[in-house]
Each structure stands twice: as C-alpha cells, then as structure tokens.
C-alpha cells in the first residue's frame, strides 16, 4: 500500500472552533462499554470491508484511519503531525460531522475517542508553550501510538485492542473469521463475553455448592454408619445387660431354692438373708445345682427353663415347687408372683402356627420342616428369597424362617426389601455363616434372630418359644375373630390360609394394637436378646463340631 | 480342627428319633445326602477342571456343608467349609490327607477307603494356590464321604 501524503495544510481557527464544544467528551475517555465498543467496530468493519479488503482484521478501524490520513483527504481535518508519529483531529466538528458519518458510521467524537483508547492511543496532553499548538491550535486533538506512523502500514498489525479484563476471551478473532460479516461477528462476541462471563460466574457457583454437597454428603453417609455402629453397640449392651439379669435372676432363684429347702430340712438362717432372697424370687427355674450351672452360661432364660422343665427335671421341679410354697407360707414377706413365672410354668407351644421356610437344600428343608410340625406348626416352603418377598406380599405367617445363602436373591437381601412392607412378622435367619460381621449385617437387614445352622431340635424350639409364647396363631385370630369358616379349616392345611383381610400391604401403624403380634417393648426386648443368642449360638455350635 | 468323630450323634440320633412317627424318615434323608454329594463332588470337578470359578466352588462347598451338618455328618461338613473359604480365598491350604485320616477316632476303619478318586493337584496361575488346595480337599472329601457311608451302612445294617 502506498498512499500520498503530500499538502499538510492546516485551518487553525476551525479546530479550535470545532474542538471548543467538544472538550467534556474527553472525560468518556475511560468509560469504556462493550456496548459503544461493538457498534463502533461493526460500523468501521462494514465501511472498512467495502472500501478495502486487503487486510481486513481485528484492527480494522486503525486501518480505516491510517488509510484516511495517508490518502490524507481532509488536511484541514485531521492529519499526521510533522514528525509522523502522531496524527492530529484539527477541527472536530467537521471531523464529527463529515468523516465520522462516512467512514464509521456514526457522529459521536467522544465514541471515535474512546475507540482510540481501546486500540491504546493516547492523547498528546497540550502545554500552553507547545510550539506545535501554534501550528495545530490549542483545541487540537492529537494522538500517538508506537505503531501508528506514517507511511508505515507494516507496524499496523501491531495495534491491538487492548485486552480488558472482561473481554480476554475473544478479542482477537482470527483474521479470516471477521472478514466475511465482521459486524455480526462482532456483536456475537461482545454478546457471548458477557454470558461466558456469567457463565463462567455460575459455573464456579455450581461448582462449589456441588462440591459442599458431595462434602455434606459424606459427611450424612459417615454419621450414618456411625449410628448404625452404636445402635449395634447399644443393642450388644442391652443384651449383655439382659443376659446379666437373667443369670442373675437365675442366681436368686436357686439361692431361693437352696434357702427353703435348708428350712425344710430345719436348718435356721439368718433372717435378712433368707428374707432378702425371697423377695427377688419371681420365677421359679431349675432346681438343683447342675442345672443351674449350665444356665449360668445361657443367657437364654425360657430356652433353658422349656428345655429342662419338659426333659430330665420335671419331678425335681414339681419338688421345688411345692417347696417354693412352703417357703412362701412361712416367710413374711410372700414373692410376688410374676407373669412371666407363670409363663414359665406353662410354657407350651400353642398349635397352629403358620411358618414359612425359605431354604433352597432339600434335606434342610424336610428335617426343618418335620422339626416344626412336631410342634404343631404349619409349614409352607420356598427356595429363594424372591419367592420368599412373593409370598410374604399375598400371605401372612406367624413366623419366618430364612436361609441366607439362596439362589436368586439371599436371604439378607430379601429380608430388607420384606421389611419395607412388613415389619411385624418375625424373621430368623438360618445360617452357618455366624462370624460377628454376618450377624450383625443380618440384624441390620431386620432379621430378628440368628438360628446358626446345624440346629437342634431344641434350637429351634427355643426360637418358636421365644416369639410365639405370647402369641394367638393367625389362623385361630380369624376363626375367633372374623370368620367362623376358617376355624374348620384343618391345621395341617399348608395351602394358602386365607387370610387376605390380614395383608401386609396394611401399613403397620394402621393394624389396631389388639391385632399386633408385636408391641413395641416386646420387639424392643426380642432385640436386646439377639446378640445373647448369638453367643449361645456359637456355644451351641462349638457343640456339634 | 477337624473332628475326630465321623458322625455327631447327638445330631443324627434326633433326626433318627422322627422315625416313630415316620418310619425311613433318616434314611430317605441320608440316601438323599448321599446322591446330594456325589452330584456335589462331581460338579466342584468338574469347576476344577473347567472353569476353575472359585465363587462357584464356594457355593458348592457351603451348600454341602449345610446339608451334612444338618445330619451330623461332621468331618464331611468340615471338609466343605474348607472349601468354601478357599473359594472365598480366606484360606489358602488344606491339610495332608495323612494328617486328617490320623485324627479319625480310633473305632473307624480307614483302611478300605485310602483308594479314593482324585484330582490332580497342579493349577498354575494366579489361583493356583487356591485350587490346588480345593483339588486336594475334594479328594479328602470323598474319603470322607466313604468313611461316613460305612459308618452308616453300619448302622442301619444294610448297603446304600
């Protein structure tokens, strides 16, 4: 490009005419806004790609204006200085009127200016002894940049927009890109500056509450765990605690015994002791010494009292009984008599029960099954802990009982899920597996109790003992209840009791108290016994092995 | 520790105690057993020699183990829970033959079960360890089962 510059004249007096009015324009030199920004390069970019193509860019009004003062087609208006370093605005007024509209589109100087101070010209402050205020006139305006001299077009490239810190993202489109509609592309970038800016604002926004609730998460997941620890802790405490207190009662029992059959046989003691003695005496348990070793390591009270009652000791226990009377008439203090001596006295497994097996061995399921119709149980057997969910939806029971270790679905698993619709029936598992770990995984499932395989007889009576003692069987709570029909419905009839009104899909805080099988102290306290057996369990086992 | 007695009484007798009402009720469990187990041994061979899928001989190992403790049958269920655990991998050996027919009680016979079909014990592999151990394990369980059927032929005085 080569561009004549010859005729640098100069009308003073215009200028500084032109200029007067124009001054408080100066001030919006910093006030810079993406608004005025975009029109000023998309006007200059449109008049610049009409009238010269060759090097359209990003600095397009910069050529534009080099072009206009090389051509130098307004001399009295705006020129290079002298020393062709700097240009000069003589008269702004016609600058405004006359050059703005044709080349930039528009007729606002303060614009002009401020888009001379985004290519980083600056305005060559006037001194009063400027010499070259003589030759410009005072309300001259002239600006320099490094690169912006004459007849230099090479140095142009180097004038960029400066980078503000809002439009960093994309102030220098690459050349080709601006070319074809440089306007447009202009005002989408200004555009997509501000909402990448917001973006960019919400994304960190996003980014940091997403990570407090990752951070909230966790820390609901670790306390989570550490209430399930302690309730598992908890519940291990109360059962020693309750285990303590059957020994112990265990304990005042036989010293009970051993008191009144020492005054039987005439022997005196001390009052206060034998006194004290009897007033703990609530239940009246095995009688002589072996008996009451073996229990001292039960923590199961009605276990032992069934298996021994019913067994080896009943002559002794009727012996003891009529001794514990004897001493009850002759004492001052007479033992109140408990419910649960009474029950203990009278512990007999009612009939009819209706149990489901879940268990997937065929010899498990046929000793199991016998074991529970000697106790007058009614059986219905499944093999899987899918069947077991099925079944449990359409029919109740009584009692559970619940492998672990199933095809399909493990007994575990399947419990969980029954729980979200039943938390009534009782559900014990039946597992070899009775590390610590397994165990306590199976309670957290909502199992109620762990019958560690191989069981015996006993075992499992103890177990039905344990949560069917105070209970009605199902199948007599709606014959007495509801309909008399099924009261002549056989015992052994395995098939579907029907006992629809009774379903499970009936929320367990609608089932009125009276048809609860399960009163909340009593769950509470089938809870505390768990672990106790458990120990018992292992004791039992070691037995076998 | 293995348990010296081949059959745990207290358990069988029990079960044998249903009879009264049910007459064959233990037998016809414990023919079942016996088709149970040689199914069972068959098919943890056959896992051995194929797909050598340890959580599978885990599951053969604990369902064995299920059924002969149910009856009693208590070096069979030993047998199997030491499976089960290799194929868990929480344990990787099993003892020589000679060690555990050394421990059986004194009244057993345990000559005319030494002759027992077995697995080669020569896996290579990352778990090798662990089927080799099996392998051996399978074959002791087979002596086992020999040993618990004549103890029970005995017993009921007739062949199964």
Redesign the interface.
């Known amino acids: 490009m080569s561009f004549d510059s010859h005729n640098l004249n100069v009308d003073i007096p215009a200028v500084m005419k032109a200029s007067a009015n124009l001054i408080p324009a100066e001030a919006d030199l910093q006030n810079i806004t993406t608004e005025t920004t975009t029109n000023i390069s998309g006007n200059k970019s449109k008049t610049n790609s009409s009238k010269n193509n060759s090097k359209a860019a990003s600095n397009e009004f910069v050529r534009k204006l080099y072009n206009i003062l090389e051509n130098n087609e307004y001399p009295d208006i705006v020129r290079w200085t002298a020393r062709g370093d700097s240009f000069v605005v003589l008269d702004t007024g016609k600058f405004t009127t006359k050059i703005l509209p044709n080349h930039f589109k528009h007729s606002n100087f303060a614009s002009f200016v401020r888009q001379l101070n985004k290519y980083d010209f600056h305005k060559i402050k006037t001194k009063p002894d400027d010499k070259e205020k003589l030759i410009y006139g005072e309300l001259s305006w002239e600006f320099q940049h490094p690169c912006f001299r004459i007849h230099d077009a090479s140095q142009l490239d180097n004038i960029k927009r400066k980078l503000t810190s809002q439009k960093k993202m994309d102030d220098r489109p690459p050349v080709g890109v601006n070319k074809n509609h440089p306007s447009q592309q202009n005002e989408q970038g200004a555009m997509h500056t501000v909402s990448n800016d917001t973006i960019n604002l919400l994304r960190k926004r996003v980014d940091g509450l997403e990570k407090e609730l990752r951070m909230y998460k966790d820390e609901n997941l670790n306390s989570k765990v550490e209430v399930q620890k302690l309730n598992s802790k908890y519940n291990t405490v109360l059962s020693s605690l309750v285990a303590f207190k059957t020994v112990n009662e265990n304990l005042m029992n036989n010293f009970n015994i051993l008191c009144s059959t020492l005054v039987n046989h005439g022997i005196e003691l001390p009052h206060p002791l034998y006194a004290t003695g009897n007033y703990h005496s609530s239940k009246s348990t095995g009688p002589d010494s072996s008996g009451n070793s073996s229990k001292t390591h039960n923590p199961l009270p009605l276990m032992v009292q069934d298996t021994k009652f019913h067994s080896q000791q009943q002559g002794v226990v009727h012996q003891a009984d009529s001794m514990m009377n004897i001493s009850n008439n002759t004492t001052i203090s007479p033992p109140v008599k408990s419910e649960e001596s009474l029950d203990l006295n009278n512990i007999v497994l009612r009939k009819g029960f209706h149990v489901l097996l879940v268990e997937d061995d065929a010899i498990s399921i046929q000793l199991c099954s016998k074991f529970l119709r000697k106790y007058g149980c009614t059986v219905e057997v499944v093999t899987d802990g899918l069947s077991a969910i099925s079944t449990l939806e359409k029919f109740r029971y009584d009692l559970v009982l619940m492998d672990i270790v199933m095809p399909n679905l493990d007994g575990a698993t399947a419990t969980s899920i029954i729980r979200s619709f039943d938390n009534q029936t009782p559900i014990i598992a039946m597992t070899g597996n009775i590390e610590d770990q397994d165990l306590i995984t199976y309670l957290q499932h909502g199992m109620n109790d762990i019958l560690a395989k191989p069981f015996t007889r006993d075992d499992l009576h103890s177990m039905l003992i344990r949560y069917l003692k105070d209970r009605v069987p199902l199948c007599e709570q709606q014959s007495s209840q509801q309909d008399r029909r099924l009261s002549s419905q056989s015992s052994h009839n395995q098939s579907n009791t029907p006992q629809q009104h009774l379903q499970l899909s009936v929320a367990p805080q609608q089932i009125s108290p009276s048809s609860t099988q399960f009163p909340s102290s009593n769950q509470s306290q089938s809870a505390f016994h768990n672990t106790a057996y458990d120990e018992n369990s292992h004791i039992l086992k070691k037995q076998h092995t | 520790m293995i348990?010296p007695e081949v059959v745990?009484w207290?358990?069988l007798n029990?079960?044998i105690s249903?009879d009264e009402?049910?007459p064959g009720?233990s037998k016809?469990?414990i023919i079942?057993?016996f088709d149970?187990a040689i199914t069972t041994f068959d098919e943890m061979e056959k896992q051995l020699t194929t797909t050598q899928n340890l959580a599978e001989l885990d599951?053969l190992g604990?369902?064995l183990?299920?059924?002969s403790?149910?009856?009693?049958l208590?070096r069979i269920?030993?047998v199997c829970?030491r499976i089960q655990n290799l194929g868990r991998r929480s344990e990787s050996t099993f003892p020589e033959k000679e060690i555990l027919l050394s421990t059986v009680a004194e009244s057993v016979d345990i000559d005319t079960v030494q002759d027992s079909a077995s697995v080669a014990a020569n896996f290579t592999g990352d778990d090798s360890a662990y089927l080799n151990a099996i392998a051996k394990a399978l074959t002791q369980a087979r002596v086992e089962f020999k040993l618990a059927r004549k103890e029970l032929c005995k017993y009921y005085g007739e062949e199964f």
């Open positions: 348990p745990n207290s358990i029990e079960i249903m009402d049910d009720f016809s469990l079942q057993f149970q599951n604990h369902f183990k299920g059924s403790a149910a009856l009693g208590q269920a030993w829970e």
